[in-house]
């Protein structure tokens, strides 16, 4: 391997332990998507209206809203739901005991 490649490697590794501790890195960016089928993510995770609205603390009433989108999550509740939509059991796996 040549020394431009290894230090390019060296800097991406740099980049990529910043970026798991949370620090800002130049040219990274997070894709939150802007519209969330509410209702897939929650039936994705077999759970009632109750239960996941209980689980991810919204209102069932919130929670319903979204899913007949008369209302759409923002800011951190999209961020949440987006990772649910990747992994249903985030939440549990988390936070559970």
């Known amino acids: ?32 998507p802007h519209d969330i089928d509410v209702a ?4 994705a995770s077999a759970l009632s209206q109750d239960a996941f609205a209980r689980r991810i603390g919204v209102a069932v009433g919130t929670l319903r809203n979204w899913e007949q989108r008369r209302r759409r999550p ?6 949440l739901l987006a990772l649910l939509e990747k992994n249903p059991r985030l939440v549990e796996e988390t936070l559970g005991r």
């Open 74 to 79: 923002e800011g951190p509740a999209r961020v």
């Open 40 to 43: 897939a993510v929650r039936k």
């Open 1 to 32: 391997m040549d020394e431009a490649t290894f230090h390019e490697l060296t800097r991406s590794l740099e980049q990529a332990a910043a970026h798991a501790r949370g620090e800002t890195v130049a040219g990274v960016r997070v894709h939150v």
